[in-house]
């Protein structure tokens, strides 16, 4: 896993989001760097991504119904604003996917 454990406090720093199939295609980029709020949860790093994209309103909604991992660890359930990142710590966005 890259960065500290899901529940690590964060004291700054900057993640690296990177986006699969449709969320890429609603963001227009494959990755970005976001600073960590001052708050270092999750839920401040999706409203960093949508301020990062305001040209892009698609993904927002695409962001809304993401499977989220941040390293190789599922968020599940698990309140945005609950999960803490940690500096260099890599958020994965993963839209639902259909077919077999």
């Known amino acids: 896993m890259s960065g500290a ?4 406090v964060s004291a700054g720093g900057r993640v690296t ?4 199939a449709a969320a890429r295609a609603a963001a227009g980029v494959a990755s970005d760097d976001v600073p960590l709020g001052a708050d270092g949860t999750l839920a401040g790093v999706l409203e960093a ?5 305001p040209d ?7 962001v809304a119904v993401c499977s989220v991992l941040v ?3 599922p968020v ?5 604003d609950e999960v803490r990142l940690a500096d260099g710590d890599v958020v994965e966005l993963l839209p639902p996917f259909a077919g077999g």
């Open 71 to 73: 390293g190789d660890r």
């Open 5 to 8: 454990a899901l529940d690590s």
């Open 56 to 62: 892009r309103p698609r993904l927002g909604e695409v």
């Open 17 to 20: 989001v990177r986006y699969w």
């Open 76 to 80: 599940g359930t698990a309140a945005p």
């Open 49 to 53: 991504v949508r301020a990062l994209h």
